[in-house]
């Protein structure tokens, strides 16, 4: 459906703010930089920004808005047979945004970003909410996808989502040390890999002791 000229408007007038916000986020940290200050840049009032943006973290976060959705429609239309956990890797091992785009700008704007996440309490804090927020949908999808109970569901749902942090946490660490980014896709891949594998395999061999050797029993 083609976009009507009202909404490509109100597109672009959001993208603004949000460019504008990062820019200034990346030249003086997020908590230095007011609302205020970015409307200005921006060209356009502060109640403006808050229209489009209900608080200042929601202009870094803001395109994390459609993930909970397509990651639970991920879960809902997976093939007859496919399993929660095959489901939710094939969602969350897709390579997608800056980080899937080989563009120098692009890079540099992606190493911005994830500086001015990783040094500011503020937006971690949001980020764990955004986190829990997922999880609990997540878990009620479990639930009554796999008629699980209360705690199965949500035990599975924090494995699933440990996951996906545990890669978004190894990721901006390999961004911040300058980390090629052909090198971090294939490595976020394998590990995820292998992490979803031992989910879906089960957790019973796990670190499992296998206890004393035989000559060791039989002196």
Known sequence: MAVGLRELKKQRTRELIAETARRLFAERGFERVTVAEIARAAEVSEQTVFNYFPSKEDLVYWRLESFEDELLGAIRGREPGE??????????????GLLANEDDAARRNLTELTRTITESPALLAREREIFARYTSSLAALIAAAARAGEVESWVIANALMGVHRALVDRTRRQIVDGVPSERIRRDVRAQGKRALATL????????????????ERNP
């Open 83 to 96: 399993s929660i956990v095959s489901a939710f890797g094939r969602f969350v091992l897709q390579q997608r």
């Open 200 to 215: 879906e395999q089960g957790l019973a061999d796990v670190g499992n002791n296998p206890g004393p050797r035989q000559e």
